[in-house]
């Protein structure tokens, strides 16, 4: 790869965006960001509850995003370009909240913590994007708190679903037993099966046996 398409690959993530190649070249140089290729048959890359010491961009490629609490597990997709929870970079924990695994091939570009230090510290078009998608992601979860209150069970459905998403793609696959989700928005089950039933016959979802699958709008 020569540099140029190295620089028009880079600058396409989020963060790296309005940096000018010389930085990005010196990174590279210096050897303070390296590129890591994927297949999908390694298994999870990242998993929840792992200490994060890098910020992890994915330049090519899918991922496969794995949230899972008691009773459920949402597994969504991560498509190129995206950057892997930045935000487990400066929280108390500094831990994954997700589990991450390629399906399909493709290429990270991983900067140790220590370098997105100096960065942030020295670039002022870095810590501007930083700031940027910390600010949006707070202002989203603000908006989640502030919707009007749920009339009917299909709203209270993908009421549960976005309070849970990490990301904004579609589809997204949620394995949960009917009696589950029915005690997660206070109905019985047989109300939760009749409007999963009107959900699939709309288009919004798909059934299958203990998985709903929440199609693409």
């Known amino acids: 790869m020569t540099s140029s398409d190295f ?3 880079a600058t396409a993530l989020p963060l790296l965006q309005g940096i000018s190649a010389e930085h990005i070249l010196q990174m590279q140089e210096r050897k303070a960001m390296r590129i890591v290729s994927m297949e999908p048959e390694e298994g999870d890359i990242i998993q929840e509850g792992q200490h ?23 597994v969504e997709e991560v498509h190129a370009p995206a950057i892997i929870e930045e935000e487990a970079l400066w929280s108390l924990s500094q831990r994954y909240n997700h589990t991450y695994r390629p399906i399909s091939e493709g290429r990270l570009m991983v900067i140790d913590r220590h370098h997105v230090m100096q960065t942030m510290l020295h670039n002022e078009v870095f810590r501007i994007n930083m700031l940027t998608r910390m600010s949006t992601r707070l202002e989203r979860t603000y908006l989640c708190g502030q919707l009007h209150p749920t009339t009917s069970i299909p709203q209270k459905i993908e009421r549960f679903l976005l309070s849970i998403a990490s990301t904004q793609t579609w589809p997204k696959r949620l394995h949960i037993k009917m009696t589950t989700l029915a005690e997660i928005v206070g109905e019985t089950r047989l109300q ?3 409007a999963l039933r009107q959900m699939e016959d709309e288009g919004h979802i798909s059934l299958t046996r203990e998985k709903i699958t929440f199609l693409e709008r």
């Open 52 to 74: 994060c010491r890098t910020l992890t961009m994915l330049m090519e490629g899918t991922l496969a995003c794995t949230t899972q609490d008691e009773g459920w597990t949402l």
């Open 192 to 194: 939760v099966s009749r």
């Open 7 to 9: 620089y028009l690959q």
